[in-house]
């Protein structure tokens, strides 16, 4: 009773965790931390359980580094530009003109 105790609360935990994370996230973001919770819990398999991955398993782990790879520079790729700080703004002078600008440009 004790270990079904534990697994079912230790599950609903967990899935809380993951639930309060969804919801403070973007949708790219939580698709990708989704896709690489397989990958991690093979990697901690290996390093904390000792477990050796078949041939199969390390095909599966290498495509899925390489689409969390693929998706992380596409989406970087799409996102535009940080806009930049108020403080860098140079303020039009008297003129109405911005300091460091060439004034003779059309």
Known sequence: ????????AG????????????NRTTAPTAGTLSLAE?????????????????????IGCAILIAGLGTVTAI????????????ALIPAPGPSGVCPG??????
């Open 38 to 58: 397989p990958l991690l819990a093979a990697a901690l398999g290996v390093l904390v359980l000792h477990e050796r991955l078949t041939a199969s398993a390390l």
């Open 101 to 106: 600008l060439n004034e003779n440009a059309n």
């Open 75 to 86: 989406d970087a790729l799409r996102q535009p530009p940080p806009a930049p700080s108020p």
């Open 11 to 22: 599950s609903a935990a967990a899935y809380a965790v993951f639930i309060y994370g969804l």
């Open 1 to 8: 009773m004790l270990i079904a105790w534990t697994g079912l």
